[in-house]
T-cell receptor, first 115, second 112 residues
Framework: NAGVTQTPKFRVLKTGQSMTLLCAQD?????MYWYRQDPGMGLRLIHY???????AKGEVPDGYNVSRLKKQNFLLGLESAAPSQTSVYFC??????????????FGDGTRLSIL | TQLLEQSPQFLSIQEGENLTVYCNSS?????LQWYRQEPGEGPVLLVT?????EVKKLKRLTFQFGDARKDSSLHITAAQPGDTGLYLC????????????FGTGTRLQVTL
């Protein structure tokens, strides 16, 4: 009963390095989302996907890229990390079926520090 | 950009006290969701309100959606230490992908 799994849980990068955060869900959800959470700012949407092979920009997409080659996986990439990208990153998924009000299911986050 | 203002930002109370958290916006949402987040974990849904004026109760927690579907409140009666956590409201948009706009959060600490 894994739900949404994020890897890695922690990572420290140097400015300019690149990395990919992986999100995997086992609930057959159509919609997936990447957020960042910073103190006093709640969660802000970076990118999202409504299905395999489709992605779209959210509120704060600059500096990030995403891919959804398989329905169950949603990857978030940082091509050239900057200190401003130090944050906790959360992935979430949601069913695309049914009425509004369905919950988003979150992973436990990736804590990323850029030095 | 839709904004959700949540207040208060921090709340430290003693066990048994009552409290109310407010979530306000100038935008209309198709639903309003409340999540609770524990340290080191992702947010977990507490409740969803959909209809303007709707009131939902979850044990000692009462959630209300404003008549105009722009604001919501969370009231906790007789708070317990187990209620400690970060409470987040989130408004669901009307477009595709059911995107959520999150409030800034209310960090609640309940002490004995």
């Amino acid at each position: 009963n894994a739900g949404v799994t994020q890897t890695p849980k922690f990572r420290v990068l140097k400015t300019g390095q690149s990395m990919t955060l992986l999100c995997a869900q086992d609930m057959n959800h159509e919609y997936m989302y990447w957020y960042r959470q910073d103190p006093g700012m709640g969660l802000r949407l970076i990118h999202y996907s409504v299905g395999e092979g489709t992605t779209a920009k959210g509120e704060v997409p600059d500096g990030y890229n995403v891919s959804r080659l398989k329905k169950q996986n949603f990857l978030l990439g940082l091509e050239s990390a900057a200190p401003s990208q130090t944050s906790v990153y959360f992935c979430a998924s949601r069913t695309g079926r049914g009425t509004l009000g369905r919950p988003q299911h979150f992973g436990d986050g990736t804590r990323l520090s850029i030095l | 950009t839709q904004l959700l203002e949540q207040s208060p930002q921090f709340l430290s109370i003693q066990e048994g006290e009552n409290l109310t958290v407010y979530c306000n916006s100038s935008s209309v949402f198709s639903s309003l969701q409340w999540y609770r987040q524990e340290p080191g974990e992702g947010p977990v849904l507490l409740v969803t309100v959909v209809t303007g004026g709707e009131v939902k109760k979850l044990k000692r927690l009462t959630f209300q959606f404003g008549d105009a579907r722009k604001d919501s409140s969370l009231h906790i009666t007789a708070a317990q230490p187990g209620d400690t956590g970060l409470y987040l409201c989130a408004g669901e948009g009307t477009g595709t992908a059911s995107k959520l706009t999150f409030g800034t959060g209310t960090r609640l600490q309940v002490t004995l």
